[in-house]
């Protein structure tokens, strides 16, 4: 393992390196539908055929920019949408709206073929190590067919070196690579996923849940060598989790997103210090806390909403213990917030 | 007198690779109203601890020995008839996901009375008025509605709500609860939890938790258990254990946690991961993790290797460590006193 980063040199590496933007995303929406086919769309009302769509409003939205070189982590419950976004962004689904640029280059509406230099840049990885390993292939192939696909000119001792080195650096014992999937423990799998994706040398990696389905003590290791991949590889994180203690831990931003919309996007600290937004506060009060004192978490009433059918102005407005009026009918802009940019009409007019 | 009283629990899994050892002279108590955190990773045994409390343990598991007493009787060498009188009425359970748990061709309503007919002779008018009553416990809005719907039409969190009423419908002693939050996301965990607490001090219920969350555990909880390789290796007050834990492992688990680190830097890992049941390490389970047990010369410590450590008293903490006990062995025997009579 590499040795204990210092917190003044990865605050280095950002600045030198902030201000250019990586991913963005404008606009984005996607919906699924949620009413089968053409036939079973017709109704028979009032005496008429009646032909009637219903959608899953998954994301209704959505501005977000990933800067190079940081960890931008998406939390909100589930449901929320920040999944969906991760597989757009990897061109896993396409948008129903809006456009993703990666490095200046619109990405959303290219074919296959014309998307495959981006996919050597962009990786992926996913929470379940059990699923996202194929059974029937060993670590040494699960490895090998990334490069052999992205690299046809390479020979075979160049691929098996290379397959050699990020083994190594992941922890995983070279000599392993006959062996199969299921021969793992959870964390090593995991290690192996994430081998999958270093191993083409990419320059931004999604990771949906990496270490939600590992153990504690195991979760640590994973994150630690996401950090060490990080600096090693001067990679850009968007990375998925519900879990708020990681995300304070791991991110140099984070966006917190409910049924589909953005609610606050803030630097790491200033967001767990000061959250503006109410379902922020909320969210973050609900962490079950080492500490002694005693639950004193801000109830919300009632639960998330179907997103078939999205509430009317603000989405938050029916659990919000500030809505008014405004909150009700008109759906609230991110604005600028004392440096984080927050989609509330209550901190808008300063009543929160 | 505890009301419930395990010691020196094995459980075993006599499987065609030969025989797992999922539970290894494990023992604790609870007192009426009291609630004890079981905590530990995967293939730590705490779940197969909280089926064995019910013996519900299913072949090719069994109880190899040890004993479980409940309110002064025996559970382990319990007729089935008997336990059924037990399970439900005295001890109820509380499982993971809420959707497995309920009956998904069945309403709430017809659920609830089954559970209240199956224990008493009631008539199904009487048994509908208690659950809708326990329903309003569990603050579920409009219950009455809630009775004739379908366990799909409701959330995650309402289930697990109903959940819970339906523990609560025969007034149990204890509450046995097996990662009931793990499913949720973070605000309904935060409500259920709320919930749980409130219910076992308004009726003096007693709570078993097993979890994996030290955060959960700390909040709700008055002793804690740790478990590790199918051992308990340390209990004691879950204050005292989360503020100053004494094992390796434990403080390890709590030093891993991301919050335990300064943001940006490496979290502090325990190398290694759980051994499995059926080849667990001889001595202390955990030796091949613990950076205690290597001595001077950078080897690890026979005893350590060889000899299964046995309880030590630090603190108002039961540890089983080698070298917890030679710290509380050199301790002044003064000390040691003060300690021993609180």
């Known amino acids: 393992m590499s040795e204990v980063m210092k917190p003044s040199q990865r605050q280095d590496d950002d600045s030198a390196q902030a201000g250019e933007t990586l991913l963005q995303i404008r606009g984005l929406e996607k919906h699924f539908p949620l009413s089968g086919d053409f036939l079973e769309q017709l109704r028979f009302e009032g005496g008429k055929l009646k032909r009637r769509q219903e959608f899953v409003h998954a994301i209704n939205g959505v501005d977000i920019d990933v800067k190079r070189g940081e960890s931008l982590c998406v939390v909100g419950e589930s449901g929320c949408g920040k999944s969906t976004v991760a597989r757009m962004v990897m061109g896993l689904l396409s948008p129903s709206a809006g456009e993703i640029r990666y490095d200046g280059q619109r990405i959303d509406h290219l074919s296959p073929g014309q998307l495959l230099p981006y996919r050597r840049r962009m990786q992926m990885i996913f929470q379940n190590p059990y699923a996202s390993l194929n059974p029937r292939m060993s670590i040494q192939q699960t490895l090998e067919e990334p490069l052999r696909f992205h690299h046809p000119d390479w020979n075979r001792e160049r691929i098996l070196e290379k397959i050699a080195e990020v083994m190594a650096s992941v922890g995983i014992d070279p000599e392993w690579g006959k062996r199969f999937g299921h021969e793992f423990s959870g964390g090593q799998r995991q290690r192996i996923a994430i081998a999958r994706a270093l191993v083409v040398e990419p320059e931004f990696i999604v990771a949906d849940e990496p270490i939600s389905a590992l153990d504690v003590s195991i979760q640590a290791q994973v994150l630690n060598l996401l950090m060490d991949a990080q600096e090693a590889h001067h990679l850009t994180y968007l990375f998925i989790t519900h879990d708020l203690a990681v995300v304070e831990h791991f991110g140099t931003r984070v966006v917190v997103m409910y049924l589909g919309r953005v609610c606050e996007i803030a630097e790491t600290r200033s967001l767990f210090d000061r959250p503006r937004h109410p379902y922020t506060q909320a969210l973050l009060s609900a962490i079950p806390r080492l500490e002694d004192d005693g639950p004193d978490h801000i109830k919300l009433s009632g639960e998330v909403p179907t997103p078939v059918n999205l509430p009317s102005g603000c989405v938050f407005h029916g659990r919000c213990p500030h809505a008014n009026e405004r909150c009700r009918r008109e759906i609230p802009r991110l604005i600028e917030a004392q440096g984080s940019q927050v989609a509330c009409h209550g901190v808008e007019e300063g009543r929160i | ?342």
């Open chain 2, 1 to 342: 007198m505890a009301l419930l009283e395990v010691s020196n629990l094995d459980v075993r899994f006599a499987l065609r690779q030969g025989e797992v050892k999922a539970l290894r002279g494990v023992s604790f108590t609870l007192d009426r109203g009291e609630r004890l955190g079981i905590v530990g990773e995967s293939g730590a045994g705490k779940s197969v601890a909280a089926f064995t409390i019910l013996n519900l343990i299913a072949k090719p598991g069994y109880i190899a020995g040890g004993s479980i007493r409940f309110d002064g009787r025996e559970l382990t060498t319990m007729k089935p008839r008997q336990l059924q009188q037990v399970r439900g009425n005295q001890v109820s359970m509380i499982f993971q996901d809420p959707m497995m748990t309920l009956n998904p061709v069945l309403t709430i309503g017809e659920q609830m009375v089954e559970c209240l007919k199956a224990h008493r002779r009631i008539r199904s008018r009487d048994a509908r008025e208690i659950a809708l009553n326990k329903l309003r416990q569990v603050y579920i809005p409009s219950p009455e509605r809630r009775l004739d719907q379908y366990p799909h039409e409701l959330s995650g969190g309402m289930r697990q709500r109903i959940i819970i009423a339906i523990a609560l419908l025969l007034d149990p002693d204890v509450i046995v609860a097996d990662e009931p939050t793990t499913a949720l996301d973070v605000t309904i965990q935060a409500e259920i939890m709320e919930l749980l607490l409130e219910l076992c001090e308004k009726h003096n219920v007693a709570l078993i938790l097993i979890t994996h969350d030290l955060g959960v555990v700390s909040q709700v909880t008055q002793r804690t258990l740790v478990m590790y390789a199918g051992r308990v290796i340390e209990q004691g007050p879950t204050r005292e254990i989360i503020n100053d834990a004494q094992h390796p492992y434990t403080q390890g688990l709590i030093n891993a946690l991301p919050q335990m680190a300064t943001p940006g830097q490496r979290l502090n890992q325990i190398p290694g991961s759980m051994p499995s049941l059926a080849n667990t390490p001889p001595g202390c389970a955990f030796h091949p993790r613990c950076s205690f047990s290597v001595d001077a010369n950078g080897e690890r410590r026979r005893d350590c290797r060889e000899v299964i450590p046995t309880f030590v008293r630090s603190g108002n903490c039961d540890v089983a460590c080698h070298m917890v006990r030679e710290l509380v062995e050199s301790r002044p025997a003064g000390d040691a006193e003060q300690r021993e009579a609180p």
